[in-house]
């Protein structure tokens, strides 16, 4: 495939690398943006899907992965996102079994591995998108624009936006869906090795690309894009179509399309290829999942929940703009974009409107440079350019489907392709003008720099959850999740105090936040604030009447109150809601014992350890109510059975040792004797 394009590399003064150290250059820096990040806690999204995911777990079948979403729901659920990544799921629970429990190391590492890999794979990528395809007589693939190529890697790898898909674990799955989109790509590349000027091609590696694809796909969504991804590339690049040349002859029907050069070189069948598999796989993926599109609310994505239609698509369009600056500017970071962190445009009269001119001005300008340029490597390497910005987002634009997020910076990884190749492509423009080249290569070197610092900075951010939660204060002000996951974070280190005044911010932001009311109104019951706890509670169950964790906290208020047929009610109910629930059931086995209603409470304490076998509270409790009613055989009973299933309790050892001491049987047990009486004199002090 002979091309006579002018070389990019030409006029641009930058490093000139053999491939193989280019390579080690662009692992080693990616590498450095986010090492620090290895031994990082696991945060944020972490604990759904990783931490509280079945999934993981070797008792759960290998096919259970096949039939559930990412967070380890059953995708026939009607809670369920719908985000169907088997492949994912299955590299967490090899890192959990390798690493025998949860411990986020080997999932750190893993994923800057991953991120590293995919770096060294752009460094090909970007020699065939800013160099065009070309083989050797030997069938081996020319780099013709090494200086380019190497300035693309760089910027991807360095790039400040993927830190949440390096640092954060979840990003795994879009580090793999990456991995596999680039060898698909590749692979459609390998399918003209033996090419002669079009005429031939590889039926083989056009079917491994559809295949990688589809592995893609089962890693992440937006896997599935690649597919159109290298029908562009096939029509561009190997039968260097123009597209607008094409359109006027459609549009005059130019008798010289009857017979044109694309169906010749193969073209039309190979985008049938593609365009099959890519069907059959959505088609599968489709029945796999359940026709049902996925449940959000509005505070995950509020533009999608306006009524009117231009409030929705002006909205959009400002996302797409924030999405741009994203990759413009990687400075204002944040792990999560919702719940009025992003306040809806509701009129033409907003400032921000300027956002959307100026972005569809850029876009505009740029598309009609890639249609009407007369310069075919100009008119390739845009289009290309954009392909690869746009194409891969748009199944994050809401255009499709309406997706749980506002701006999540995670998808921007696969788009952040488009725009290094068109950030290169204007640095070889500039470079072509400039008098003093070596000024703009400094200036160049100066942002990779930046980037690499940022990166640095952002990934000690996800380190923890308390620096990632205090990092989005300054950024979204306005997003009552993040003042609710700072009051959390506090809660959970025992700070109530000041877990109490985010709290309230979040409360104030979004005054229907009923998670945040009820962990605030749990706090406060636990300082004896009753009174105000209930109203918090109160309100929280009647936004959301179906919210279990209120109506069992609104039960305990109640009890602690002495309305113990109101506490009662708000038991049942969470119970009705909720029907595994075992913290409820012990709660109402408490309300009962209060009552003297000591067989329900038994019931319910019993309910109680059959949906949690580990739950030795309730263990304890019958124990501790069999042996004050005087059924000292049962309580031994239940005592020897609790000690079965948690042999390690020692608060179990401790009532069981006052039954049997009651009992006269000073003996207990065999070969752990002299253990387990030495742990009840230790309680007994």
């Known amino acids: 495939m002979a091309q006579t394009e002018p070389n990019l590399d030409h006029d641009v003064s930058w490093f000139l690398l053999p491939s193989y150290w280019a390579k080690m250059v662009v692992a080693l820096i990616s590498f450095l943006c986010f090492a620090n990040s290895y031994d990082g806690d696991f945060v944020f999204d972490d604990s759904e899907a990783i931490i509280n995911n079945k999934d993981l777990r070797a008792e759960t079948p290998l096919g259970d992965l096949w039939h559930h979403d990412f967070w380890g729901s059953k995708l026939s659920s009607n809670t369920s996102h719908k985000s169907y990544r088997p492949l994912t799921v299955l590299t967490f629970r090899i890192n959990y079994l390798f690493a025998g429990g949860f411990y986020p190391v080997g999932f750190h590492v893993i994923n800057i591995i991953l991120h590293c890999t995919i770096s060294v ?48 674990i979840v990003g795994r799955a879009d580090l793999l869906c990456a991995l596999f989109f680039l060898l698909s790509f590749l692979g459609y590349c390998k399918a003209f090795r033996e090419n002669k000027e079009g005429h031939n091609f590889s039926i083989f590696w056009v079917l491994v690309s559809v295949i990688l694809g589809a592995i893609a796909m089962l890693c992440k969504e937006q896997g599935i894009t690649i597919l159109g991804l290298n029908a562009v590339f096939d029509a561009l690049v ?34 049938t290829l593609l365009m099959s598999g890519g069907a059959s796989i959505l088609y599968i993926r489709w029945r796999i999942m359940g026709t049902g599109p996925p449940a959000f609310t509005e505070v995950d994505n509020p533009a999608s929940f306006a009524d009117s239609l231009f409030v929705r698509a002006i909205n959009y369009n400002y996302y797409y703009s924030l999405n741009a600056w994203l990759l413009l500017c990687p400075w204002w970071l944040c792990f999560d974009w919702s719940m009025g962190c992003i306040p809806l445009i509701k009129s033409v009269s907003d400032w921000r409107i300027i956002a959307l001119a100026a972005l569809w001005f850029c876009l505009i300008g740029l598309i009609c440079q890639a249609l009407c340029s007369e310069d075919s490597h100009k008119r390739r390497i845009l289009t290309l350019g954009l392909g690869f910005l746009i194409i891969p987002f748009l199944p994050a634009s809401n255009l499709f489907f309406r997706v749980g997020f506002v701006i999540a910076e995670r998808v921007i990884y696969l788009p952040s392709i ?21 000024i703009l290569a400094v200036a160049v070197l100066g942002i990779l720099l930046i980037n690499v610092m940022r990166c640095v900075l952002r990934s000690s951010q996800w380190r923890s959850e308390e620096q990632l939660f205090r990092s989005a204060l300054s950024v979204c002000p306005l997003n009552a999740k ?20 985010y709290y309230r911010e979040a409360v104030r932001l979004n005054p229907k936040y009923v998670h945040a009311m009820n962990n605030l109104g749990n706090i406060l019951k636990e300082r004896n604030e009753l009174q105000e706890a209930e109203e918090l509670l109160s309100l929280a169950v009647q936004i959301q009447p179906d919210f279990a964790a209120a109506w069992m906290n609104l039960g305990i208020v109640q ?22 629930y075992p913290d409820c059931y012990y709660n109402l086995g408490r309300l009962y014992a209060d009552l003297n209603r000591h067989i329900d409470a038994l019931n319910a304490w019993r309910n109680a350890t059959v949906l949690k076998p580990e739950h030795s509270l309730a263990w304890n409790n019958m124990i501790i109510l069999l042996d004050n009613t005087g059924n000292l055989a049962q309580a031994e009973a239940v005592g020897r059975e609790a000690l079965e299933l948690i042999p390690n309790d020692h608060s179990l050892m401790f009532s069981l040792a006052n039954v049997l001491g009651k009992s006269q049987k000073y003996k207990y047990g065999t070969d752990n004797l002299e253990e387990r009486r030495v742990k009840k004199k230790w309680f007994c002090m």
């Open 559 to 580: 009890n602690s109150l002495r309305r113990f047929e109101e506490a009662e009610q708000s038991y049942w109910t969470a119970i009705k809601h909720r029907k595994k």
């Open 238 to 271: 190997i039968n260097k179509l123009n597209v607008l040349e094409l359109i006027q002859k459609l549009l005059h029907k130019d008798k010289s399309l009857e017979n044109p050069g694309l169906l010749r070189k193969g073209l039309l069948f190979r985008i």
């Open 121 to 168: 794979l752009m460094v090909d990528v970007f020699s065939i998108l800013l160099g065009g395809l070309q083989f050797s007589n030997k069938g081996r693939r020319l780099n013709l624009a090494p200086k380019t190529s190497l300035l693309a890697a760089l910027l991807f790898a360095v790039h400040p936006v993927h830190t949440e898909c390096v640092a954060g």
């Open 418 to 438: 488009g725009y290094c190749i068109l950030f290169t492509y204007g640095f070889s423009l500039l470079s072509k003008q400039a008098k003093k080249k070596k």
């Open 482 to 501: 993040v003042h609710y996951n700072v009051g959390k974070n506090l809660a959970d280190k025992g700070n109530q105090s000041a877990a109490i005044k």
